[in-house]
Every structure is written in structure tokens, then in C-alpha cells.
């Protein structure tokens, strides 16, 4: 079946702006994570989703970021106010259960101007 | 909180040799240890991972040991070709979250 999707798979935008990234999970996956990965980095986890449960968004880096699941299904990581350093790639991976097997899309590369 | 290290963080083998990548944590309940392949420009891949039950998991030319007590896991890979060349980052569980290590550039010369 289809792996997880991301979209849109670039985006640049100007300092200050807000932006929305959008991820698919991967169909009957409950779980849902969201990552940043800065040029040459390792993956810095941002939030997770686990069904119905209230998220962890232990690893948000600041109030200007912030992700909704609708439906148990898509996701929405919004950044406000964007600066510099939020350019990043972002990634999102899906699991059946938990932190087991996770799957990851193919990111959105953000550049902000 | 879960610490994640991984050894070396940089790699060049010649084809056909093998290759070795250590990660240690510090969380002791860490129960599920991945291992991702990222290519230049390419999400991350799963390649091979074990659970804490177990001490060793094979695939063909890929292995990962796991060592409880020592809270140490090593990915090894043989017979080692160009297209294994890539970023190897290791993952430990932190209650429903991954802690990722740095990652480890592993250059494969022909």
C-alpha cells in the first residue's frame, strides 16, 4: 500500500510568515510523529500522536510551532512567525503501535528568506 | 531523561570489508532499538531492528547485538558495498518517543 506522504515537499517563505505541513500516515497507523532535521543533523523529535490520547508535545521547540491529527488520520504541523532557524527538514513518520517500526515520509524542506 | 550515543560518527571502509556502528543509552526500560539508513537527500529507511528480548537479529549481510547490561547496541554490516554508503542513525524507545543518536557517515570506497 501507499507509504506516508508529506507535502508540500518544498517550501520557502519569507521571515515572519506562517506555514503549514501537511502528512498522510500511512492507512490504519495510530501513530503519528513529527521530526526536524537540520542540515548534516540527526532527528529531533518535535510531536507525537497516538490515537484519541492527548499529544505529547514535549519536543516542540517553542510556542510558535504547534500540530493538530484529525480524524485519527492527517496532520497538520503549523509554524508561526517563521524564522531562520526554523529552516529544517521536517519529517513525519507513521506506526501501528507505539514507537514500534516507525515509517517515515519524505520531509518537507523548509527555507525561510 | 533518554541519552542516545552513537560511535564513530564518521566511517570509511573499502568494499568487501565490514563495518561497525556502536550506540549506547542510558535509559534502562529502553525496550525497542531501530536502526535508519538516510541516503543524501532521501528520508530515512528501516533496516533492521531488535527488541530487548533478544540479544542478536540477522538480514543477510546486516546484524545488530544488543547488550542489556551493558545498555550497549552495535549495527554490522559485511561484505560492505558502495551502496551501503549512507547515514546510519540509531534510535532507543523513551517511553513512546525515539531518542535518536547523531549518526554515523558511512563511506564505502570502491
Known amino acids: 500500500g501507499a507509504g506516508v506522504s508529506q507535502s508540500p515537499s518544498n517550501k520557502v517563505t519569507e521571515k515572519g510568515k506562517d506555514v503549514e505541513l501537511r502528512c498522510d500516515p500511512i492507512s490504519g497507523h495510530t501513530a503519528l510523529y513529527w521530526y526536524r532535521q537540520s542540515l548534516g543533523q540527526g532527528l529531533e523529535f518535535l510531536i507525537y500522536?497516538?490515537?484519541?490520547?492527548?499529544?505529547?508535545k514535549s519536543g516542540l521547540p517553542s510556542d510558535r510551532f504547534s500540530a493538530e491529527r484529525t480524524g485519527g488520520s492527517v496532520s497538520t504541523l503549523t509554524i508561526q512567525r517563521t524564522q531562520q532557524e526554523d529552516s529544517a527538514v521536517y519529517l513525519c513518520?507513521?506506526?501501528?503501535?507505539?514507537?514500534?517500526?516507525?515509517?517515515f515520509g519524505p520531509g518537507t524542506r523548509l527555507t525561510v528568506t | 531523561g533518554e541519552n542516545v550515543e552513537q560511535h564513530p560518527s564518521t566511517l570509511s571502509v573499502q568494499e568487501g570489508d565490514s563495518a561497525v556502528i556502536k550506540c549506547t543509552y542510558s535509559?534502562?526500560?529502553?525496550?525497542?532499538f531501530p536502526w535508519y539508513k538516510q541516503e543524501l537527500g532521501k528520508r530515512p529507511q528501516l533496516i533492521i531492528d531488535?527488541?530487548?528480548?533478544?540479544g542478536e537479529k540477522k538480514d543477510q549481510r546486516i546484524a545488530v547485538t544488543l547488550n542489556k547490561t551493558a545498555k550497549h547496541f552495535s549495527l554490522h554490516i559485511t561484505e560492505t558495498q558502495p551502496e551501503d554508503s549512507a547515514v546510519y542513525f540509531c534510535?532507543?524507545?523513551?517511553?513512546?518517543?525515539?531518542?535518536f543518536g547523531p549518526g554515523t557517515r558511512l563511506s564505502v570506497l570502491p
Open positions: 531488535i527488541r530487548s528480548n533478544v
Open positions: 534510535a532507543a524507545t523513551y517511553g513512546q518517543n525515539f531518542v
Open positions: 500522536f497516538q490515537g484519541n490520547s492527548a499529544p505529547d
Open positions: 513518520a507513521s506506526s501501528s503501535q507505539g514507537p514500534y517500526e516507525q515509517y
Open positions: 535509559d534502562s526500560a529502553s525496550n525497542y
